[in-house]
C-alpha cells in the first residue's frame, strides 16, 4: 500500500484551520491508520490512531476521519506549537507499515 | 514512564554491518508490546525497517529484508538492529519505538528514542 500526501507544504497563520490530506493506493481500514507530528530535531509523536482517536496528550484541536482511500487530519485553530511536518502511516495486520511522505504545516 | 534510547556507532564504512542497540527503561519487554525501528534520511520521510515481538517474532520491510536481521535479549530489556552491506544511502536518523495497545494485530508507535545518527562513508 502506498500512501500520498499533498501537497507536501501548505502555508497557514496561527488560528486558522488547517486540512490534510492522506490518500491510500487501495482501500484500508479504518483501525490502521494513523497520523504523527514531527518537529525539526524531535521523533515523531503519535497524534491520531484508528483514522480518529487521539493519542494521550493530543489536544482536541486535533481531529482525525475518513475511510477506504481517503483520510484528513483537521487541525482547528492552529497554534504556533502545530507548525511542524505530519506524516500517515497504515499499519497492516500483517505487522507490515507504510508512511506517506509527510506534509509540512508552515507560516 | 515509557523510555527508549538508542545507541551505536555514529559512522560505519560502507560494505559493513550497521548495529544498534534500544534500550529500554519504564516497561519490561518481557511483558509484551511489539518493537519497532524506524529510519529517517537526512531532509526525508520515514521508513519503517521492522518489527519485533518480545518472544522474537519479527517482519521486515520487503525492501530491507535481504539486509536486515532484529533480536531481542529480555534479560537486558533491550532489542538490537543489524543491517548488513550498508551503502551511503542507509546514512540517517535511526528510531527505536514500541508500539501502542490499539486492540488491532499491528498498532502504531506511541513511544520514540530521540533517534541515533547514523552516517556511512
Known amino acids: 500500500i502506498v500512501l500520498t500526501q499533498s501537497p507536501g507544504t501548505l502555508s497557514f497563520s496561527p488560528g486558522e484551520r488547517a486540512t490534510l490530506s492522506c490518500r491510500a493506493s487501495?482501500?484500508?481500514?479504518?483501525?490502521?491508520l494513523g497520523w504523527y507530528q514531527q518537529k525539526p530535531g524531535q521523533a515523531p509523536r503519535l497524534l491520531i490512531y484508528?483514522?480518529?482517536s487521539r493519542a494521550i496528550g493530543t489536544p482536541d484541536r486535533f481531529s482525525g476521519s475518513g475511510s477506504g482511500t481517503d483520510f484528513t487530519l483537521t487541525i482547528n485553530t492552529l497554534e504556533p506549537e502545530d507548525f511542524a511536518v505530519y506524516f500517515c502511516?497504515?499499519?497492516?495486520?500483517?505487522?507490515?507499515?507504510?508512511f506517506g511522505p509527510g506534509t509540512k504545516v508552515d507560516f | 514512564q515509557v523510555q527508549l534510547q538508542e545507541s551505536g556507532p555514529g559512522l560505519v564504512k560502507a560494505s559493513e554491518t550497521l548495529s544498534l542497540t534500544c534500550s529500554v527503561s519504564?516497561?519490561?519487554?518481557?511483558?509484551?508490546?511489539?518493537y519497532g525501528w524506524i529510519r529517517q534520511p537526512p531532509g526525508k520521510g520515514l521508513e519503517w525497517i521492522g518489527t519485533?515481538?518480545?518472544?522474537?517474532?519479527?517482519s521486515y520491510n520487503p525492501s530491507l529484508k535481504s539486509r536486515v536481521t532484529m533480536s531481542v535479549d529480555t534479560s537486558k530489556n533491550q532489542f538490537y538492529l543489524n543491517l548488513r552491506s550498508v551503502t551511503v544511502a542507509d546514512t540517517a536518523v535511526y528510531y527505536c519505538?514500541?508500539?501502542?495497545?490499539?486492540?488491532?494485530?499491528?498498532?502504531?508507535?506511541?513511544?520514540w528514542g530521540q533517534g541515533s545518527q547514523v552516517t556511512v562513508s
Open positions: 519505538a514500541r508500539d501502542l495497545d490499539c486492540g488491532s494485530a499491528t498498532c502504531p508507535f506511541e513511544y
Open positions: 519504564g516497561y519490561l519487554i518481557s511483558s509484551g508490546y511489539y
Open positions: 519485533i515481538y518480545h518472544r522474537g517474532t519479527t
Open positions: 487501495q482501500s484500508v481500514s479504518s483501525t490502521s
Open positions: 484508528g483514522a480518529s
Open positions: 502511516q497504515h499499519y497492516g495486520s500483517s505487522l507490515t507499515l507504510t
